[in-house]
Each structure stands twice: as C-alpha cells, then as structure tokens.
C-alpha cells in the first residue's frame, strides 16, 4: 500500500513528467497503485496522488453487475486528451486527494485519448459518459489540478464547508 497525499499538499499541483522507462519498475508502480486504489475503494487513481510525479493514472470502473474486474483496468501512461464534438456532460465528482467531497462538475461528452501501455505499446480509444469523465479528471491530476478548481460557485461555498468540517473532526 502507498499512501495517498491529499488536498491541500502542494505536489497535487505539480505537473508530472513523461514516462520513458518502461521497466520493472514501472511495473511495480503499477501494481502498487492498483492495490492503493482498490483498499481506498478508488475507481481512478493518478500517480501523482501516491507522491510520484509520473505521467500514469490507472481507471477501474464497475460492470454492469457493479462489479469492479481487474480484466477491465486500464493503464494510461503519457496520455493525450484530445476532444470529439462540443457536447459536455455534468457528473458528481469525488477525490481520494478530497476524501468525503462530492460535487457536479462539467466535463467534454466524448474524448480520444492516445496512450502507452504498461510495455510502451501505442493505445488509443474513444470514450463517452462515465469513462471519459473518468479519464478527463485524472488527465487533469498530470497537469497539477482538481476537480475542486472546476466547481460552480454553490460547490465552492459546499467545499469550504466541508473542509472546515472536515478539520474540525480530526481535532
Ligand atoms: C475519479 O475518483 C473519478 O472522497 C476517481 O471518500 C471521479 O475513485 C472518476 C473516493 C468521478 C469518475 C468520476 C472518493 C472514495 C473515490 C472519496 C475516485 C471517498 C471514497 C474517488
Ligand atoms: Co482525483
């Protein structure tokens, strides 16, 4: 297990590097962060949120039997975002980085990504509702941002709440 860094530490906001050794331990970071990601009951983790400022986040997402299959992991590594259409869609976000937020955010309806596999290989895939939601806000996490910056004015004065909230439990 790694530990996952949270909001406010400041490496959140640092914009992580290029991978360019696909090695053995690429490989172990990979398979730490899956197992990070699934005792944290995460469905998307990027490196950056266990401390390494490497350009990978891992998605997860349930099956139709709201099933979470390792067979349906996918690893991103030196992704490029680009979007197909204008259209955008509103989905309630959450952080491992936020522990316990929650709030709508707009993202693009549908996205390409290009990406390199666990061995270096060139991916690409189109991606719509849940997946590309998914994708667009762990790509922001290898910019150095969260969904937290993308709130409405109403997430913002629920966030600042919930942050005060959230210190004054763990006094
Ligand atoms: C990113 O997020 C994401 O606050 C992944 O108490 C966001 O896995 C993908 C989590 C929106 C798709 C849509 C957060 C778990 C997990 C919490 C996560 C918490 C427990 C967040
Ligand atoms: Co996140």
């Known amino acids: 297990m790694l530990e996952i860094i949270t ?8 914009r992580s590097q290029e991978v360019e050794k696909f090695d053995e331990n690429l490989h172990k970071l990979l398979d ?3 197992e990070t990601m699934i005792s944290s009951n995460g469905i ?6 266990v401390a390494k400022p490497l350009r990978i986040f891992l998605i ?10 390792k067979e349906d992991l ?3 590594i030196n992704p490029v975002i680009t979007p197909i259409g204008e259209g955008t869609q509103v989905y ?8 316990g937020f929650f709030e709508e955010v707009t993202r693009y309806d549908r996205i390409k990504v290009d990406y390199c596999d666990r061995f270096g290989n060139a991916k690409s895939l189109e ?13 922001d996490h290898l910019n150095g941002h969260l969904f937290i910056e993308k709130l409405s004015f109403n997430g913002r004065k629920k966030l600042e709440k919930h942050l005060k909230n959230s210190k004054k439990s763990k006094k």
């Open 44 to 49: 998307g983790l990027a490196a950056i949120q």
């Open 92 to 99: 309630e976000e959450g952080c491992l980085s936020v522990p």
């Open 127 to 139: 991606a719509d509702g849940l997946l590309a939601v998914a994708i667009q806000h762990e790509n």
């Open 60 to 69: 997860n997402l349930l099956n139709d039997k709201e099933e979470q299959n």
């Open 7 to 14: 909001y406010p530490n400041k490496l959140l906001f640092t």
């Open 32 to 34: 730490d962060m899956y």
């Open 74 to 76: 996918i690893e991103f």
